[in-house]
């Protein structure tokens, strides 16, 4: 059995990125990629520019009261008071992580009346969801001037390390940046990639690869590395506006992994066995529309026939959108978050040899 030289893996190596540099260049030329990172950029910065587009005329403050404390009533009178009670811990950590406002919640004891009427500076305990974290510094001074002008009294808010975590299930917020972070880095899979190999196709260079010294290998390796490239950035435009919302960044890395070979590998197959963009248009719109579909099913939590239910979580979509989920979430298990890298990677393999087998068929 022959073995590689240094020297041989080098221009193996090198023929691979030689080929990728090129794609990753034309690609910038193509007419679907940069109108799609504008999309996508769009896509991204609206949920984020809301709060600052429509600003809040009165400020919500959600209520958590252990004793019915008559400072609720009294914020309810105040005229730039919104009032929110909050009954339970679950209905707590939706309310604080479940939209753009409230910034800032409070936990009112139930002997806060009693302390209040001791005299002295008012103490509450004030709480805010982890993503809302970076704003307190604005938004405690401005909630104790409306409380102390309010209750007559100076109000000091306590905030340090009262952090709360988005529920696993039942947040908006968390359920569409998901489903949004999968769909972005699967459209860039399944409608960049496939353009890829159909300007070859049409430049007529692909013929010129496959009889170059560059292997069918070195060539699909090269076209899935530029693939990568465009939904590494993609990954980083998406946790770039979302990251103070991050908590497990290791789930990040591995969706990147597992997205990005899933969705190039799609889009290779795509890009294998048709000629021409138009031929493909449907076929990419139907697929996407599927997967994500599966995996807005499974972040929603809707009611599906046994049987979907119970085939949903190996659709690959869903998978990353697990990953995904797991990056914003408080706790997280290992096991399962590698047990859905593992679905996407089984998946994603059998496509890649199809794709070998269909371009070194073509190469006949």
Known sequence: MSHKTPQQIRYYLDTIWVIAAKDVVDALKNRVVVPMIIMLTIVLLVPKLLPLIFDQPQVVVPVYDMGDSRLVAELTNAGDVSVKKVRSEQEWQATLC??????????????????????????????????????????????????????GRPVIIHVQGNIVYPLADGVPLLSLATVNSVLLILMMGIFLVPSLLFEEKETKTLQALLVSPASIGQVVVA???????????????????????????????????????????????????????????GWMTALLLLLVGAALAYTLGMELPALVGC??????????????????????????????????????????????????????
Not at 126 to 151: N, T, Y
Not at 242 to 265: C, E, N, Q, Y
Not at 324 to 336: K, N, W, Y
């Open 98 to 151: 479940g939209a753009p406002y409230p910034l800032i919640g409070l936990r009112i004891a139930a002997d806060f009346d009693h302390t209040i009427g001791a005299g002295g500076p008012a103490e509450l305990q004030g709480f805010a969801c982890w993503g809302k974290r970076h704003q307190l510094s604005e938004s405690v001074p401005r909630l104790e001037g409306i409380l102390s002008r309010v209750l």
């Open 223 to 281: 076209k899935a590395l530029a693939g990568l490239f465009y939904i590494l950035v993609t990954v980083m435009m998406i946790y770039a506006i979302s990251w103070a919302d991050v908590t497990h960044w290791g789930a990040v890395v591995l969706l990147l992994i597992g997205g990005g070979v899933f969705s190039v590998a799609v889009g290779l197959v795509l890009g294998s066995y048709f000629e021409k963009q138009q031929d493909t248009v």
């Open 311 to 364: 085939l949903l979580p190996w659709v690959p979509s869903v998978a990353l959108a697990a990953i995904c989920h797991a990056s914003f979430s408080e706790t997280v298990s290992t096991a399962r978050i590698v047990a859905n890298l593992a679905i996407v990677l089984a998946v994603s393999l059998p496509l890649y040899v199809l794709v070998i087998w269909r371009v070194r068929r073509s190469d006949r």
